[in-house]
């Protein structure tokens, strides 16, 4: 199928030759005509696969410039909002269609002027509800666009959505897409939905088959310098590395930069201002490496990024296929490497089960790997070292019986074979074999304690159950009430002028 074969009106069909696009990729195929027809649907695709397109395409082809705001995309996180728009900008600048993006952390007077004007909106959620509550802007859009659902849910973004939606209630269609389909998304889409149309991504394909996926398994310590000996081994062009949290990533970023490379950072804590700066620089290839977390980066579509690279295990699926998506786009091949601590080898492979990827075990590349490397490195210690008479002493006692030459070939040998065994980090494919079936034994005997103490436990509470009722009924049996020795007397009640109160009465 071809782009043409859609016949969308004569300026958008050029302004999709000009950008190069020819045949619509899966998701496009499918959810174009579907959005043509006016039907409500639920898109899964992993990013990188056209999915802006997508809904862009179609909600132009039936936008005019004398509509007023026509569509409504919310998206999680500024950077993506700036990406939206851009894409639209690409489509609609012959059209006479124009976007304003709305996010915090910047002039609201501004954004109300560029909404008066604009055809489409791209939105953060914070600062749309906002505008929406204040009364600050009066649109009634055709189309709502739910951009990175799950991504949207994972920030705690559901409830805004809802109160947005409670705003936008004459919308007539509504479209949402996901990278991985959680049930609070599916719950959703079938409040906010009318009979919508799922397009779903096979499990197996839930990541993109043009990335190639491995992991290396290292002690903690060891993290900085494998992700090093990782950056220098593959030499990207352009890489992105994958933190946990900001402040990892600000010290990894420091880190980077003080090993040579071109480094900064992309998190939360920045300001907008710095945020944009360094995106920009980043694409203009100023940086070669990107250290970021997973929100910060969330759907950043840049091209040329060769490599992915996991410093940390993310903490979830979803993270997983949304970090390795940055890589890999439109049908270029990307790589993507992760660092795993032995403890996290069962999260690793909930991931690799959860999002079906088949991620290949290799061992880090070894410094000094190669003959050539080592005989280079071999020369400049030489070359470097100064005679001394210390030295001089030693070379003396071992050619008393030995010639110069012999001695030299095996100081040269030991040296080399010192040479050939520094540097080695990581876990090698045998010891993490050792390390997987060692997890399997010690969970098998943690099954085989927590049953037999599971069966110790229930005879242990029959035992007391039964000893507990044996002295119940014994006690009940005991218990005589009257005055006579060895009865429980009755309680007595006494009137009071401030009500009644129980007499204690003495025993013998």
Same mark, same amino acid.
């Given at each position: 199928?071809?782009?043409?074969?859609?016949?969308?009106?004569?300026?958008?069909?050029?302004?999709?030759?000009?950008?190069?696009?020819?045949?619509?990729?899966?998701?496009?195929?499918?959810?174009?005509?579907?959005?043509?027809?006016?039907?409500?649907?639920?898109?899964?695709?992993?990013?990188?696969?056209?999915? /802006? &397109?997508?809904?862009?395409?179609?909600?132009?082809? $039936?936008?005019?410039?004398?509509?007023?705001? %026509? *569509?409504? #995309? +919310? @998206?999680?996180?500024?950077?993506?909002?700036?990406?939206?728009?851009?894409?639209?900008?690409?489509?609609?600048?012959?059209?006479?269609?124009? /976007? &304003?993006?709305?996010?915090?952390?910047?002039?609201? $007077?501004?954004?109300?002027?560029?909404?008066? %004007? *604009?055809? #489409? +909106? @791209?939105?953060?959620?914070?600062?749309?509800?906002?505008?929406?509550?204040?009364?600050?802007?009066?649109?009634?859009?055709?189309?709502?666009?739910?951009?990175?659902?799950?991504?949207?849910?994972?920030?705690?973004?559901?409830?805004?959505?809802?109160?947005?939606?409670?705003?936008?209630?004459?919308?007539?269609?509504?479209?949402?897409?996901?990278?991985?389909?959680?049930?609070?998304?599916?719950?959703?889409?079938?409040?906010?939905?009318?009979?919508?149309?799922?397009?779903?991504?096979?499990?197996?394909?839930?990541?993109?088959?043009?990335?190639?996926?491995?992991?290396?398994?290292?002690?903690?310590?060891?993290?900085?310098?494998?992700?090093?000996?990782?950056?220098?081994?593959?030499?990207?062009?352009?890489?992105?590395?994958?933190?946990?949290?900001?402040?990892?990533?600000?010290?990894?970023?420091?880190?980077?930069?003080?090993?040579?490379?071109?480094?900064?950072?992309?998190?939360?804590?920045?300001?907008?201002?710095?945020?944009?700066?360094?995106?920009?620089?980043?694409?203009?290839?100023?940086?070669?490496?990107?250290?970021?977390?997973?929100?910060?980066?969330?759907?950043?579509?840049?091209?040329?990024?060769?490599?992915?690279?996991?410093?940390?295990?993310?903490?979830?699926?979803?993270?997983?296929?949304?970090?390795?998506?940055?890589?890999?786009?439109?049908?270029?091949?990307?790589?993507?490497?992760?660092?795993?601590?032995?403890?996290?080898?069962?999260?690793?492979?909930?991931?690799?089960?959860?999002?079906?990827?088949?991620?290949?075990?290799?061992?880090?590349?070894?410094?000094?790997?190669?003959?050539?490397?080592?005989?280079?490195?071999?020369?400049?210690?030489?070359?470097?070292?100064?005679?001394?008479?210390?030295?001089?002493?030693?070379?003396?006692?071992?050619?008393?019986?030995?010639?110069?030459?012999?001695?030299?070939?095996?100081?040269?040998?030991?040296?080399?074979?010192?040479?050939?065994?520094?540097?080695?980090?990581?876990?090698?494919?045998?010891?993490?074999?050792?390390?997987?079936?060692?997890?399997?034994?010690?969970?098998?005997?943690?099954?085989?304690?927590?049953?037999?103490?599971?069966?110790?436990?229930?005879?242990?509470?029959?035992?007391?159950?039964?000893?507990?009722?044996?002295?119940?009924?014994?006690?009940?049996?005991?218990?005589?009430?009257?005055?006579?020795?060895?009865?429980?007397?009755?309680?007595?009640?006494?009137?009071?002028?401030?009500?009644?109160?129980?007499?204690?009465?003495?025993?013998?």
């Amino acid at each position: 199928m071809k782009f043409k074969d859609f016949k969308f009106k004569s300026r958008l069909a050029y302004a999709i030759n000009r950008a190069g696009f020819e045949e619509p990729s899966p998701i496009q195929e499918k959810s174009i005509p579907l959005i043509l027809e006016g039907k409500d649907m639920v898109g899964q695709a992993h990013t990188g696969t056209g999915k /802006t &397109a997508a809904f862009a395409l179609p909600i132009l082809q $039936k936008t005019t410039k004398s509509m007023g705001v %026509n *569509a409504v #995309v +919310i @998206v999680p996180t500024r950077e993506l909002a700036t990406q939206v728009a851009d894409e639209f900008y690409k489509f609609s600048r012959n059209l006479g269609i124009r /976007t &304003a993006t709305v996010y915090g952390g910047t002039s609201y $007077k501004r954004q109300i002027n560029h909404i008066e %004007n *604009a055809g #489409v +909106i @791209v939105a953060t959620p914070g600062r749309f509800l906002d505008l929406l509550s204040r009364n600050k802007i009066d649109i009634d859009p055709y189309y709502v666009v739910l951009d990175e659902a799950d991504e949207m849910l994972n920030m705690g973004f559901l409830e805004d959505i809802r109160r947005i939606l409670d705003h936008l209630k004459d919308r007539k269609q509504t479209l949402m897409f996901s990278a991985t389909m959680p049930d609070e998304i599916k719950e959703l889409a079938d409040t906010i939905l009318k009979n919508p149309e799922f397009i779903r991504t096979e499990k197996a394909e839930i990541t993109n088959n043009n990335i190639k996926q491995y992991y290396y398994v290292v002690d903690e310590h060891e993290r900085d310098d494998a992700i090093v000996r990782l950056i220098e081994y593959a030499d990207p062009d352009k890489a992105i590395v994958f933190c946990r949290t900001k402040r990892e990533t600000g010290r990894l970023a420091e880190y980077l930069a003080g090993q040579g490379y071109k480094t900064a950072a992309l998190h939360g804590d920045m300001e907008q201002w710095d945020r944009q700066k360094t995106m920009k620089s980043f694409r203009r290839n100023e940086y070669e490496i990107l250290v970021a977390t997973d929100v910060a980066a969330r759907g950043l579509d840049v091209r040329g990024v060769s490599h992915v690279f996991n410093y940390q295990i993310p903490m979830e699926s979803e993270s997983y296929v949304h970090r390795i998506g940055r890589t890999g786009r439109a049908k270029r091949d990307g790589v993507a490497m992760m660092l795993v601590s032995p403890q996290e080898l069962r999260e690793l492979e909930r991931i690799k089960a959860d999002v079906g990827s088949e991620l290949e075990l290799q061992s880090i590349p070894q410094k000094n790997s190669s003959p050539e490397e080592r005989l280079k490195e071999l020369f400049q210690m030489v070359a470097s070292q100064r005679a001394n008479k210390a030295g001089e002493v030693i070379v003396d006692a071992m050619t008393e019986k030995t010639d110069v030459k012999t001695v030299a070939v095996k100081l040269a040998l030991l040296l080399e074979k010192t040479l050939r065994q520094d540097g080695g980090i990581g876990k090698s494919a045998d010891e993490v074999k050792k390390l997987l079936e060692k997890g399997d034994s010690d969970d098998n005997k943690k099954s085989s304690r927590s049953s037999n103490r599971g069966r110790s436990n229930s005879r242990n509470n029959r035992s007391r159950s039964s000893s507990s009722r044996g002295r119940h009924a014994r006690s009940s049996q005991r218990i005589r009430r009257g005055t006579g020795r060895g009865q429980v007397p009755e309680p007595q009640f006494k009137k009071t002028s401030g009500g009644s109160r129980i007499i204690a009465r003495k025993l013998y």
